[in-house]
């Protein structure tokens, strides 16, 4: 059974950086692209970024204007997001997705506990 668990989140100022981890366990970390999605209050959770299994191919969000950057490091089964100029509306939590096979927009079928990143003006 996959394992996700998210660290990194916390709360910080507008125009700060931060980077969020994931580290997978459980099964084959090559056969599953991985994704972070995001859940503002009131809001359905979204796509933010996502990455194939050996980091060729990544989409991102619209909404990313380029501040955010999804990389992963296959011999340690983890996968970050370096996010910069954070603004308030990046205020969620923020999930790390798993899905086996290639990189989509959609269908992942695990998830972590969520990680809650909170953005001040």
């Known amino acids: 059974q996959v394992q996700l668990v998210e660290f990194g989140g916390g709360l910080v100022q507008a125009g700060a950086s931060r980077r969020l981890s994931c580290v997978f366990s459980g099964r084959t970390f090559t056969t599953y692209a991985m994704a972070w999605f995001r859940q503002a209050p009131g809001k359905e959770r979204r796509l933010v970024a996502a990455i194939s299994w050996n980091g060729g191919s990544t989409h991102y969000a619209d909404s990313m204007d380029g501040r955010f950057t999804i990389s992963r490091d296959n011999v340690n089964n983890t996968v970050w997001l370096q996010m910069n100029d954070l603004q308030p509306e990046d205020t969620a939590v923020y999930y790390c997705?798993?899905?086996?096979?290639?990189?989509?927009?959609?269908?992942?079928?695990?998830w972590g506990q969520g990680t809650q990143v909170t953005v001040s003006s």
């Open positions: 997705a798993a899905r086996w096979g290639p990189i989509a927009t959609r269908t992942y079928d695990y």
